[in-house]
């Protein structure tokens, strides 16, 4: 058996002309194009490659994209002060802070600044308590994307048994979260966690994010799972998730490659995430089960 290739990319870009679609049509009756907020702080060469994309994919959607590039030595009151008026600014419908920030700004106090309502990462604790709670709120875009993936390979998950490798409160735990919500059964797995492989072994649903290259082999999963690659990492070979993807293809029934799966889905979950918000705060109705 070969594990079907999970097209993330060609995923990603039907999404992102779906919600141009939508973003047109939001313009058309809000009188204004959606708008993302995204703030640089410093030089970090990395950060800096994601902001661009993110500026290029939401002009491309049709939104508005605000871009705000601070000092590496900004201080904090500098930078919650610029966060407090994105709140007010009646033009943006989503803030997004670029992590990592420098280590002398505090990023907790930065994110919970940020107005939950235009958190379109869905890292602010509101939209975290308002996901475990099943409430309508920001989901945390990679987890999204991720959902997404697995409903179009899937269809209906109810039932099914998944394990999610890795807890963070970026991927982990919404996942959890998510799939708890679609009446998955739940492992949330993580470095502590006894007999890793007994449980791969008896999901149908494998999501790892450890962030360690290859860490799951192909011979832990069970015959014909479906395997999210959650891992980017940087290794001699290149760019490698946290699956061993040449050991999994022979015994997963399906698998998101890296690059190429789950990478792409974040930006255009952000851009639907923004959509959301501003369809919320125009009070104009939107259906999320379209995106
Ligand atoms: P993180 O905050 O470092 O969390 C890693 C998690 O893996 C932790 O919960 C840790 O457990 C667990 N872990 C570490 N070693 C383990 C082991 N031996 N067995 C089981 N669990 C173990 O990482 P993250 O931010 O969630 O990111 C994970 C990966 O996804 C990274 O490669 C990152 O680059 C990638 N990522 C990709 C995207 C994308 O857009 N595609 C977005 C975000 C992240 P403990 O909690 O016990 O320490």
Not at 250 to 276: D, E, F, Q, Y
């Amino acid at each position: 058996m070969t594990a079907r290739i999970i097209d993330g990319k060609a995923f990603a870009a039907t999404l992102r002309e779906k919600v141009a679609t939508h973003a047109a049509a939001f313009a058309a009756r809000a009188g204004r194009p959606a708008g993302l907020a995204v703030v640089l702080v410093g030089e970090d060469a990395a950060s800096a490659v994601y902001v661009r994309s993110k500026g290029k994919a939401t002009h491309a959607a049709g939104m508005a994209g605000f871009e705000h590039r601070l000092s590496a030595d900004v201080s904090q009151d500098e930078l919650i002060a610029l966060v407090e008026a994105l709140n007010a600014d009646p033009a943006v419908d989503g803030i997004l802070v670029q992590l990592p920030l420098p280590a002398h700004l505090d990023t907790d106090a930065v994110l919970l600044a940020i107005d939950p309502d235009k958190d379109v990462d869905g890292f602010h604790p509101v939209n975290a308590g308002r996901l475990a709670t099943g409430l309508p709120g920001m989901v945390p875009c990679t987890p999204y994307g991720c959902l997404l993936l697995l409903r179009d390979v899937l269809g209906d998950l109810s039932g099914k048994d998944a394990v999610v490798i890795g807890r963070s409160t970026i991927v982990g735990k919404p996942m959890a979260a998510l799939l708890t919500a679609e009446s998955c059964t739940v492992t949330l797995a993580h470095s502590r966690t006894k007999d890793l492989m007994g449980h791969v072994g008896r999901a149908d649903i494998v999501v790892a994010a450890v962030g360690r290259a290859n860490f799951v082999k192909g011979e832990w999963l069970k015959p014909g799972a479906t395997v999210i690659d959650v891992g980017i990492n940087r290794t001699a070979d290149g760019l490698v998730g946290d699956v061993d993807y040449a050991g999994a293809l022979s015994v997963a029934g399906a698998i998101t490659p890296v690059p190429g799966g789950v990478g792409p889905m974040t930006i255009a979950c952000l851009l639907r995430n923004t959509l959301v918000a501003a369809h919320r705060r125009a009070g104009l109705p939107f259906d999320d089960a379209t995106l």
